[in-house]
């Protein structure tokens, strides 16, 4: 199975500020690579695909980019209702995996 | 407006087996695949496997081989699945998604279904 490992696994940053996540691949994944913001007690929420393709209907302020084994995902001015935890999920092949999660929290 | 309603909260004990249903509407049932994901408390989401409505095609992670079955209802545009052989650690909210296309991307999500395992 593909292993997704992201950096950090939180972190703690103040409105406005620019935020960036990591994701590794165990191998080349190609740019078959997802990013997902969760909020408790919500189903999650497709923020971008295929590693750097903005959702329909999601803000400008989140963007991704990455290929191979490397991705990351951007937010360029955190706002309030950004708090939540991002995961990452590869879809290079079955079984489908999700890293761990990055929680991002108000300092 | 795609969208995915799943049935209600369930309860079952040690052993028993449990059957999920997600219905799909706005879109094309048979052409998009329905997955089964689940989360456990405080953890990370999991895919359990997925059914392509249109040629009944399934495909499982192989941690859940031997006791999740997927199925459909191309009528009723609803997909199913079935978790046998219960344990504690099955408890966890469960969840139905969609994909399409290259990139396969989950979306949209059921609303989810808790998920109580006990003795």
């Known amino acids: 199975d593909i292993q997704l490992t992201p950096s950090p696994s939180s972190l703690s940053a103040s409105i406005g500020d620019r935020v960036s996540i990591t994701c590794r691949a165990s191998?080349?994944?190609?740019?078959?690579l997802n990013w997902y913001q969760q909020k408790p007690g919500k189903a999650p929420k497709l923020l971008i695909y295929a590693a750097s393709s903005l959702q329909s209907g999601v803000p400008s302020r989140f963007s991704g980019g990455g290929s191979g084994t490397d991705f990351s995902l951007t937010i360029s001015s955190l706002q309030p209702e950004d708090f939540a935890t991002y995961y990452c999920?590869?879809?290079?092949?079955?079984?489908?995996?999700f890293g761990p999660g990055t929680k991002v929290d108000l300092k | 407006q795609m969208q995915l309603v799943q049935s209600g909260a369930e309860v079952k004990t040690t052993g028993s087996s449990v059957k999920l249903s997600c219905k799909g509407a706005g879109y094309s049932f048979a052409y998009r695949s329905l997955h089964w994901l689940r989360q456990a408390p405080g953890q990370a989401l999991e895919w359990m496997g997925s059914?392509?409505?249109?040629?009944?095609?399934?495909d499982y992670a192989q941690k859940f081989q031997d006791r999740v079955t997927i199925t459909r209802d191309r009528a009723m545009s609803t997909a199913y699945m079935e978790l046998s052989s219960l344990r504690f650690e099955d408890t966890a909210m469960y969840y139905c998604?969609?994909?399409?296309?290259?990139?396969?991307?989950?979306?949209?999500w059921g609303q989810g279904t808790p998920v109580t395992v006990s003795s």
């Open positions: 998604s969609t994909t399409t296309g290259g990139a396969q991307s989950f979306d949209p």
């Open positions: 999920q590869q879809s290079y092949s079955t079984p489908f995996t």
């Open positions: 191998q080349s994944i190609n740019i078959y």
């Open positions: 059914i392509t409505p249109f040629n009944n095609n399934t």
